[in-house]
């Protein structure tokens, strides 16, 4: 089997594992951020696999409410999978690092949004 076929066979266990935990059948312990309870300041991941979650059972205005990029990383979760299992192409390893560093800035600017907006966070 290709590394690339692998991977997205990967991929597709843990979105069915994550599609089972947000329906409820299976039942995944989910532990706390542990940032968040040392020194009571979110981290910029924290409600974000709720957020995954909820955008896998379909509430997109939930998954929204928790984490903005909740719903955008289900997507990009399947387009992933797509090119890797359907197609079977790997992904450029160039092409994925510039959307790593690109989300990573992103997703410290959302945080600084909503450490500066405590409305934004649920």
Do not use: E, N
């Amino acid at each position: 089997m290709r590394p690339a076929r692998r991977r997205g066979l990967g991929l597709a266990g843990l979105m069915a594992a994550l599609a089972g935990r947000s329906w409820g059948v299976l039942p995944l312990p989910l532990w706390s951020c542990p940032i968040r309870q040392l020194t009571g300041v979110p981290c910029p991941t924290c409600y974000l696999t709720s957020s995954v979650l909820a955008a896998l059972r379909g509430d997109l205005a939930g998954a929204l409410r928790l984490h903005a990029f909740g719903p955008p990383l289900v997507l990009l979760a399947a387009g992933v999978l797509w090119h890797q299992l359907v197609l079977g192409r790997a992904i450029d390893r160039r092409a994925l690092t510039g959307w790593i560093v690109g989300g990573s800035f992103l997703a410290w600017l959302y945080w600084l949004l909503r450490l500066a907006h405590p409305a934004l966070m649920p």
